[in-house]
């Protein structure tokens, strides 16, 4: 027969190992839920018309995520186009320091003169977030932009 002690002391590894599963549970049904959050840096380049050129804007997350992220640009001006380097960036997290990625935007020389707004965006094919980044295209220099 066992003492009364032994059922106590059995009754109580049961129910911390019960409670330390929920925890555990618990804290992992929490930590896979994927958050996070294309940061705006209030990217602006400028660009010379006669010249065209190229420009890389950083692509700045902070949060965690499980899927991979796609990025690329949109909005821009008449003949423009991106390229991207260092994407998609792998699942991962980021205190949102540092660029992950680059997106290069491409204007053709002949570029029309004024000031375009076109954004980034980032996908990890649940989720889509866009922040703004504005195009300078001047007639001669960009030392006054």
Do not use: F
């Not at 109580?12 to 294309?38: E, V």
């Not at 499980?66 to 001006?77: C, D, E, F």
């Amino acid at each position: 027969m066992r003492s009364p002690r032994t059922g106590l002391t059995a009754l109580l590894l049961a129910t911390l190992l019960g409670l330390s599963l929920l925890g555990s549970g618990s804290a992992a049904a929490a930590g896979s839920a994927a958050s996070w959050k294309l940061i705006d840096n209030h990217q602006r380049t400028c660009y010379v018309s006669s010249h065209g050129g190229t420009s890389y804007y950083g692509i700045w997350i902070s949060g965690t995520w499980r899927h991979r992220i796609n990025v690329g640009a949109q909005g821009l001006p008449a003949g423009g186009s991106y390229y991207t380097s260092y994407a998609p960036i792998p699942p991962g997290s980021s205190d949102g320091v540092g660029s992950l990625a680059y997106v290069a935007l491409v204007l053709p020389a002949g570029a029309s003169v004024g000031t375009y707004t076109s954004s980034l965006w980032a996908s990890d094919g649940r989720t889509r977030q866009t922040v703004p980044i504005t195009e300078v295209v001047q007639a001669t220099s960009c030392s006054r932009y």
